[in-house]
């Protein structure tokens, strides 16, 4: 088994996002192919006056604007490249976990200027402009929704970006049902943003973009054509047609958007399975593809793998098996390495909270012994050796007496311990002026006046005034809430390891409790008494670290609500109830474990189960 080369897990899990993304994108297909269906001409061009002729030529064009082999399949083409510019965005930056960060301010400034930032804002821009192009193409004539028609420049679609945030909607439901299910709120949405564009997208239009788009329009038609010079017509920013064709062309382009969006996000979180069956089991070695991810530096490839793991753990018993009797590895057994693992996942959470509340200081090197070059000799003289304190000859001669009067006189300015004349002036000015001050202080000011002109007052009114700003919308991004403070902390940054945590918790109460019929060598037995300790000990540090945390200064909305973080119960409760699972299923077997029954006792109570028997 060492002699054959191990697959990676990547080679395993790349294929089936495949397959989810072709199904999300043929879903996305029939969005679009009912788009291109609502967008269709279905004016005639037959200019007969006879109306069974008018008639026909109706008929015609309404079944050409459905019939997929035709016009409404290539506008069908052209929408989905829209939705396709999203899909690729999402691969591109594709995340499982949710950012974490203390404060929205704090995700703005670390996020703004980051390629991924600008990537995304470019594919967006794109997706809206290329939607705007086909839009125009498809609707009739008569909307005057071209770029140059009858010397006007018209109206081109502006959107509003949308922001990918790559979630993670609940396991074990189909696609479809997720989307039957978000429906109400996706068209919410979408109805919320359509009517903002309406509002708004006239009025940007007419002041930003309808002078500028005339001029490029102009200028660019000058070069192929003899265009004569002709002034911009006024067109009111509210006319109906534009609020119209606004309402319509966002409501069309966001439904694309949050489609997309959502379908890709149903599909990707799908469980690991192939055929019903964990992704690894076509490796040659399975286990060592399964390690393989789970030691994975990427975090897609690693959440996945622990997905498959606790997936294993918990339905397929020939797999547990397989681990359990896989003892002849080189480095450890496929069971120690899964522990290994396991538990370092969920250490970590003890090890962020204890770096939080105890942050290491940086060492600061000594400083460099820097050599200094000494200025140029003025003098080939000899240095003087004797004592320069002693008492110096008498002069001389005359020049020796000259010098030695200008030495006097500078070192009686230099060494004299009384401050020059000037200074005893400026010192005596200083206190005359502070005590007439502090005499109009006390007579023009009253006690509160010179409280509040004080140091101390003025940082209050500044403390003050700053507070009131945090109450307002726009102080809402500086505010570092608690439940942000906490999950940043538990659950890592910049995005959380909430699944990959729980899913290793899982896995290891899963093994543990089928290694009592499954495991064969008893691997696990031994280990039983760390995973309770672990549990009992990372379970006691998030309780203490969430309860003793102190608020924040800037979180003026808190209240003793928001000590419940719904994703830290979450990571709290599956320790509890995997807690629970193993004192129950060991307690008979606490002295061969190790365990005495205060070890016992003092985990039924972090479980919560203190009274069960």
Known sequence: MASLRTPPYRQFLTPALHRRFTSAA??????????????ADKSSSESDSEILKRLRAYIVAVFWSWFPVGPAGIRTLLLFVSALSIFVLRVAQLHLGTRTTAAPFETFTRYLFRLDTLQTLGWYLFSAWWFSEVYMWSVPGSANLGWVAAGNVTLPVTQAKNDTISGQPPKQEHPLSQMKTLLPSLSRKIGIRAAGMAVLGPLIYAVFIRRAAWSCSLYLAALLWDVPASQ?????????????????????????????NTIFSAYLVQEPLKREQPLTSDSKDPNASLLNGLRAKREVIRTFAFCELAL??????????????????????????????CLGNILAISNRIAEFQNPTIKSVAPP????????????????????????????????????????????????SPQPAKPLKFLESQRAEGEKYLGVARQKLLTQGQQESLSSTGLLAQYNAYLIRFLHTPFG?????????????????????????????????????????????????AKDVKLLIQVFVSVIQSVEGFVRDLPVHWTDVEYSDSDRRVEEVDLVVGSMKAGLKELVDAFGKYATELGLTDRDIKAARRVAGVEGDK
């Open 232 to 260: 911009l017509s006024y067109i009111p920013p509210y006319h109906y047609s534009l609020i119209l064709r606004s309402s319509t062309s966002s409501a069309l382009l966001t439904t694309i958007w949050e489609f997309s």
């Open 368 to 415: 460099q012994r820097i050599t200094i070059e000494s200025l140029p000799s003025i003098s080939s003289a000899p240095l003087r050796q004797e004592n320069i304190f002693s008492n110096a000859q008498a002069p001389a001669t005359t020049l020796e007496k000259i010098e030695s009067s200008f030495g006097t006189i500078a070192k009686s300015y230099g060494q």
């Open 476 to 524: 809402r991004p500086f505010r570092r809430t608690f439940k942000r403070r906490v999950s940043t902390v538990v659950l890592g940054s910049p995005f959380g390891e909430l699944n990959s945590i729980i899913d290793s918790v899982n896995a290891l109460t899963a093994l543990a409790l089928a290694s009592l019929t499954e495991d064969s060598y008893g691997k696990v």
């Open 312 to 341: 294993i753990s918990q339905r397929f018993a020939a797999r547990r098996k397989a681990i359990f009797a896989d003892i002849d590895r080189p480095t450890d057994s496929a069971w120690d390495q899964i522990k290994n693992i």
């Open 26 to 39: 043929l879903i996305t297909l029939v969005v679009c192919y009912a788009e291109a269906v609502l967008i």
